[in-house]
């Protein structure tokens, strides 16, 4: 895959405008300031990544969001499409004062893959829980649950990828910094 190194310039820009924000979410709740660090560090990474020739796409292990070209963001980890729902992602970026291109493509830090993942579990629960009758538990499961179990699964295997992403970007025991 060729990486497309148009993007360098959007990224420039939302970069910059991350850093003019900075001071403003330091003084936010601890869950914006996590986004936004979150966020933040999506950006360079990919950046970074772009900027040495590399395709995002490429990233193996990574989770990666694609911006259809009707806005629509998708998450894909190893190439294969993860189905969280994408309003969470958006509110995020919203909130980050972010808006990506059509096209755009974003390695997405770990934490931020790990929230949005949750949400679409959390959500797909309660869609379950609302929807559930005490009539229907003796009869076969309609083909959405099926698939709902199916997305389940997608979704439970993707937030445990994310989890060993995070393991292994924190410092092992022996390496953090101790006070003396």
Known sequence: MAVDRNQLPVLSRQL??????????????QEERDWFNSVLESLRCTHQMIQSGADPRAAVQDFVIEVSETGKLLLHQAGLAVPVDDDYLEHVFETMGIE?????????????????????????????????????????????????????????????????????????????????
């Not at 579990?121 to 179990?149: F, V």
């Open 100 to 180: 990506l291109a059509p096209g755009q493509l974003l390695l997405l830090e770990p934490h931020l893959a790990k929230w949005a993942i949750e949400e679409s579990l959390w959500g797909l629960e309660l869609d379950r829980a609302l929807s559930r009758h005490r009539d229907d538990l003796t009869e076969e499961p309609p083909p959405t649950i099926l698939s709902d179990w199916s997305r389940k699964r997608d979704l439970l295997m993707a937030i445990r990828i994310a989890e060993e992403l995070l393991d292994r970007n924190s410092p092992l025991p022996f390496q953090a910094p101790r006070a003396v």
């Open 16 to 29: 910059e405008s991350m850093s003019h924000r900075e001071e403003i979410f330091q003084t936010r709740e």
